[in-house]
């Protein structure tokens, strides 16, 4: 019930990984967060950018990105939109913090930071097996 998160201060999205999920979500989600909270979507491919459009309030929007398995993981991506506020990015660290992990903020760009550099490894051992 999306009412029981009317007091949050920090709301961690993490449907599935569809962006008209995730703006049904968003918009749900702030119909009863309070003006002040903090919406995070957990999205390994989807720009964080696009999805805060789908939000009443962008400043307060932001993304936390897990690794699965997330008990095993210990960093957390927290990926900046362009019009993410400075609040929004301290309460995203704080809380990665408070859960004993370790995050690193990245920029809104494809594939965030970890699965580039994934994709790249893979690339050159792709090449590697063809020769």
Do not use: W
Request: proline content about 3%; aromatic content about 8%; overall charge positive.
């Amino acid at each position: 019930d999306y009412a029981d998160l009317a007091r949050c201060d920090l709301v961690v999205e993490a449907v599935f990984e569809d962006s008209a999920v995730k703006k049904a979500a968003t918009e749900q989600a702030e119909a009863v967060l309070k003006s002040s909270a903090i919406f995070a979507s957990n999205t390994s491919t989807i720009p964080i950018t696009g999805l805060a459009k789908n939000s009443a309030r962008p400043k307060n929007f932001i993304g936390i990105h897990f690794f699965s398995p997330v008990d095993k993981m210990m960093l957390v991506e927290i990926i900046l939109g362009k019009k993410t506020g400075d609040k929004a990015l301290a309460t995203a660290i704080d809380f990665v913090r408070a859960i004993k992990k370790t995050p690193i903020v990245v920029n809104d760009t494809r594939g965030f930071y970890v699965n580039r550099c994934v994709l790249r490894y893979m690339s050159e051992a792709y090449k590697m097996l063809i020769e």
